[in-house]
């Protein structure tokens, strides 16, 4: 399919659809049922949430458990699109920590935001330079972000008190 001269592959906009559908069922997940009230009290403050009567170690392996199936889901969705290999999910791996911490750890939106300008950079910086440089200015834009605003462009700085 092409859109203004751009082509756009299905698979690239299945994966796209399936991201967000993955990130609102975990937004859902998290804010609407009793287990993902658990999940994130759990993750917020152990030994407060096993006072509250949480199962925490039965939370933890829950965590576990969504998280592998989170990451099997986003294999089949990334596997169609990029070159299947052993040691594909170093470079993914490290793409998706500088977009959660562009964006912001504890924001699904900043997410979002981030994963969209990291990739504009890329894109830019490929198409304009060349592409054996292109992950240098998404690594460069993490280390502005980190050194200007730590909690990311949409967190939020929390103060504990002891």
Request: positive net charge; hydrophobic residues 55%; contains cysteine.
């Amino acid at each position: 399919m092409q859109l203004r001269g751009v082509l756009i592959m299905l698979l690239q906009v299945l994966s796209c659809g399936g991201a967000l559908g993955m990130m609102a069922a975990v937004e859902f997940f998290n804010r609407r049922t009793i287990w993902g009230k658990a999940v994130v009290a759990t993750s917020n403050d152990i030994d407060a949430a096993g006072l509250m009567g949480i199962n925490t170690r039965r939370v933890i392996t829950l965590s576990y458990a969504i998280s592998a199936m989170t990451a099997a889901f986003a294999g089949v969705l990334v596997a169609p699109v990029t070159l299947t290999g052993a040691t594909m999910g170093a470079v993914l791996a490290l793409k998706a920590f500088a977009v959660a911490i562009i964006g912001g750890l504890e924001s699904g939106l900043g997410v979002i935001v981030g994963g969209l300008i990291l990739g504009i950079v890329e894109t830019l910086t490929g198409f304009y330079i060349s592409t054996g440089y292109k992950d240098v200015p998404g690594l460069i834009l993490l280390l502005l972000v980190l050194a200007i605003r730590p909690v990311g462009l949409f967190g939020r700085a929390t103060i504990k008190k002891v």
